[in-house]
């Protein structure tokens, strides 16, 4: 079955790295854009970082960009979230996103990631 595991969220100081990983498995993983996720208490949903399927292309929600940096090994069918430089307000619940086209989309059960000091 179609299955998204995110791992490498934690505690960070603010000003710190983390590195988001989502390995994918039960679905063709290089067919598919991928997009990170996350959602905030309280807040909806937001898109943060997305790729298309050979990687030549990705964006960015405008809060992340220069800090954030999505990637993706379409060998090991995973996608990559390098966050640098993080603050407070990145604390969120971070969700992989598998995307065909809008017509099949798969997600992640989620990673926290939390900045504080």
């Known amino acids: 079955q179609v299955q998204l595991v995110e791992s490498g969220g934690g505690l960070v100081q603010p000003g710190g790295s983390l590195r988001l990983s989502c390995a994918a498995s039960?679905?063709?993983?290089?067919?598919?854009?991928m997009n990170w996720y996350r959602q905030a208490p309280g807040k909806e949903r937001e898109l943060v970082a997305g790729?298309?399927?050979?990687?030549?292309?990705?964006r960015y929600a405008d809060s992340v960009k220069g800090r954030f940096t999505i990637s993706r090994d379409n060998a090991k069918n995973t996608v990559y979230l390098q966050m640098n430089s993080l603050k407070p307000e990145d604390t969120a619940v971070y969700y992989c996103?598998?995307?065909?086209?809008?017509?099949?989309?798969?997600w992640g059960q989620g990673t926290q990631v939390t900045v504080s000091s």
């Open positions: 790729i298309t399927t050979t990687g030549g292309t990705t």
């Open positions: 996103n598998a995307n065909w086209k809008q017509i099949r989309v798969y």
């Open positions: 039960g679905f063709t993983f290089s067919n598919y854009a």
